[in-house]
């Protein structure tokens, strides 16, 4: 039984389960990948169609709750404790449209999914590292790409048409041309304006990269890293990559060869038929120091996942991040002091990823910082309330290498950890930030949607 009579009301006007805390099902529908995060909602609604995100947003507007969307959770955001609670992974309809070179998917897609249905026609998506994260999330974060990220931009530079449940229940569907400004603040501004419940995009006529990993001990840290540094400082746009130093425990999953060791991940991903050029890009990597596994060659599209080999299974993180505007011999000396051989590193990844290339150009979303050459991404596997020492590390790495940072982040590895919310403002720069205060004031008032990478109405009081 429902633990209210209001959710009942709720529940009549909702095709999919809607749950209390009393009612079976209620931790698993709320549950998310990061279990860093517990969601304890008022109640959560499990959306089938566009109508269920409807009546659930005016349900929330009419007894004052805040509203909340889940899709796979992969980052670790405010709990939404007391609000409504949207999942979406009952909405995952993907339909491919060979001849525009687009694809429609509904909110609660994954990447696995998109590349499942575009590989078949020659064509393939802007997706992120992990076939399991959602795409609509991913999206509106900006959506950094470890295959094309560097040749073709950001992913939400090439969103088309949005649909959308704003603050007052009304579904819209916005591009360039209907709700411009929403349609705007949407593509760089996360989920401040409403609950996507559709999104269109663009695919590239892609069949095979030239793609996969070198690994090498952590003893070579340095001779890597500076190789590292060296050819992504002239790297061509159709190279994209990313280097981590992992420390990884030995848990189920964690493939022998890391468990329990200090190893470096090369990630490479090239979009060009000159396979000559790109061995020869690598070749001084490959040549830094014994290489302990070599993953490196022509690959089809649809194994992308091999490149970075995310975990699959759920497990607790919290994330720390910055913006690097160079990777000069200072900023490599700062990380292997913190990092390298050696140094008293609690966390389990310090990454860095190659920005640049088309990743700079402009584009007329709220996606910004791009400006920025590299993304630091340091990873803590853990509970928030056992990670002391991980919190205290990852602020002093950050403050040794803010001489090279922007100043900057990048919103999708911004992440509740230290504090409840989020300070998301290091995403953009004033104008963009204060535009989107107005978008949000237009569209969203009274801030419902708050349980989130906020961005408070112009009006509201910081």
Not at 103 to 118: F, K, L, N, S
Not at 209 to 233: M, P
Not at 283 to 297: E, F, I, K, S
Request: proline residues 8%; contains cysteine; charged residues 20%.
């Amino acid at each position: 039984m429902l633990s209210s009579p209001k959710h009942d009301t709720l529940a009549a006007q909702v095709t999919g389960p809607v749950l209390g805390p009393d009612d079976d099902g209620f931790a698993e529908e709320c549950a998310p990948y990061n279990l860093a995060v517990t969601h304890r909602p008022a109640v959560v609604v499990g959306a089938v169609d566009a109508a269920d995100v409807q009546a659930a947003v005016r349900f929330a507007a009419a007894h004052a709750l805040p509203v909340a969307v889940l899709a796979t959770g992969h980052q670790a955001i405010v709990p939404a404790d007391g609000a409504v609670l949207v999942t979406t992974r009952r909405m995952n309809r993907v339909s491919v449209d060979a001849e525009a070179r687009t694809v429609r998917v509904e909110a609660g897609t994954i990447w696995q999914q998109v590349v499942d249905a575009a590989t078949p026609h020659g064509l393939a998506p802007l997706n992120g590292s992990s076939p399991l994260v959602g795409v609509v999330g991913y999206t509106l974060g900006g959506g950094l790409s470890p295959t094309m990220g560097r040749t073709h931009g950001w992913a939400s530079d090439h969103v088309t048409s949005i649909d959308v449940v704003t603050a007052d229940g009304t579904a819209r569907h916005v591009d360039a041309t209907n709700d411009p400004d929403l349609f705007w603040a949407l593509r760089g501004g996360k989920s401040n304006f409403g609950v996507v419940t559709a999104m269109e995009f663009a695919l590239f006529p892609v069949t095979r990269l030239w793609a996969g990993g070198l690994f090498f001990s952590g003893d070579d840290t340095e001779a890597v890293l500076r190789a590292y540094a060296a050819l992504t400082a002239t790297a061509p746009d159709a190279l994209s990559s990313s280097i981590a130093l992992l420390r990884l425990p030995p848990l189920p999953g964690i493939p022998e060869l890391l468990a329990g060791k200090f190893t470096l991940h090369v990630r490479i991903s090239y979009l060009g038929d000159d396979t000559q050029e790109a061995e020869h890009l690598i070749a001084p990597l490959r040549a830094a120091a014994p290489v302990l596994l070599d993953t490196l060659g022509p690959m089809p599209y649809e194994d992308f996942a091999q490149i970075h080999s995310d975990p699959v299974d759920p497990a607790p993180f919290s994330e720390y991040t910055t913006l690097l505007s160079a990777l000069t011999p200072g900023a490599v000396d700062t990380i292997l002091e913190a990092a390298g051989p050696g140094a008293d590193c609690p966390v389990q990844f310090v990454e860095l990823r190659h920005l640049g290339g088309a990743l700079g150009r402009p584009a007329d979303n709220a996606v910004g910082n791009r400006n920025a050459r590299y993304a630091l991404w340091i990873v803590a596997i853990g509970m928030p309330g056992g990670l002391a020492a991980q919190d205290a590390y990852a602020d002093a790495l950050l403050a040794r290498i803010r001489p090279w940072s922007t100043g900057g982040r990048y919103l999708n590895f911004i992440a509740a950890h230290h504090s409840s919310v989020p300070d998301v403002r290091t995403a953009y720069d004033e104008a963009a930030y204060g535009r989107l205060r107005e978008v949000k004031r237009r569209y969203d008032p009274d801030n419902l949607f708050r349980l989130n990478h906020n961005i408070p109405p112009s009006e509201a009081t910081e």
